[in-house]
T-cell receptor, first 115, second 112 residues
Framework: GAGVSQSPSNKVTEKGKDVELRCDPI?????LYWYRQSLGQGLEFLIY????????KSGLPSDRFSAERTGGSVSTLTIQRTQQEDSAVYLC?????????????FGEGSWLTVV | DAKTTQPPSMDCAEGRAANLPCNHS???????VYWYRQIHSQGPQYIIH???NNETNEMASLIITEDRKSSTLILPHATLRDTAVYYC?????????????FGKGTKLSVKP
């Protein structure tokens, strides 16, 4: 597609269950990012991929959070044993590789509610 | 990445120019200034970016001071749909770096 695509757009899950969130970046974009935003809060960086490797995982809040990227394209963010504080919108973004001035484009997010 | 400082909120009358300031006094020579905006909790929308020179596109103009310690985003004719949180971000895209660190931004309210 023309933009960053995320699925599901909305997910309600019970506390303790695992969830997977998917991101399809813009075709040809080698850099991929995950952020999350809790209600009324700012954007929190989670992880950054360059190709299939993740040079920066510094934002993952706990070992319940993991992400992978295969084929230099689709990425999956997995949250294990979900907690209520995991409720947020999870935003994916992508950009072209290269030094200097590459614009990051965001998807519309996956809204996660843990009940 | 350089820290940016923005006023928490601003008002603007519909049809007038909205001038949103950003201070980035510790910016380094290879850091770009990027502006994004977020309407409600939609995904942030890219507006414009620049390094040294002033930039203009169909959405806005970006004025960067000569010493690069501050910049101003200008929406020439603000509409009600421009009501959003505007983020100014300074980031180095060299090598394996590149994630955007968002601050709290400026909440712009465009009023009729």
């Amino acid at each position: 597609g023309a933009g960053v695509s995320q699925s599901p757009s909305n997910k309600v899950t019970e506390k303790g269950k695992d969830v997977e969130l998917r991101c399809d970046p813009i075709s040809g974009h080698t850099a991929l990012y995950w952020y999350r935003q809790s209600l009324g809060q700012g954007l929190e960086f989670l992880i950054y991929f360059q190709g299939n490797s993740a040079p920066d995982k510094s934002g993952l809040p706990s070992d319940r959070f993991s992400a992978e990227r295969t084929g230099g394209s689709v990425s999956t963010l997995t949250i294990q044993r979900t907690q209520q504080e995991d409720s947020a919108v999870y935003l994916c973004a992508s950009s072209l590789q290269g030094a200097g001035g590459n614009t990051i484009y965001f998807g519309e997010g996956s809204w996660l509610t843990v009940v | 990445d350089a820290k940016t400082t923005q006023p928490p909120s601003m008002d603007c009358a519909e049809g007038r120019a909205a001038n949103l300031p950003c201070n980035h006094s510790t910016i380094s020579g290879n850091e770009y200034v990027y502006w994004y905006r977020q309407i409600h909790s939609q995904g942030p929308q890219y507006i414009i970016h620049g390094l040294k020179n002033n930039e203009t596109n169909e959405m806005a103009s970006l004025i960067i001071t000569e010493d690069r310690k501050s910049s101003t985003l200008i929406l020439p004719h603000a509409t009600l749909r421009d009501t959003a949180v505007y983020y100014c971000i300074a980031v180095n895209y060299g090598g394996s770096q590149g994630n955007l660190i968002f601050g709290k931004g400026t909440k712009l309210s465009v009023k009729p």
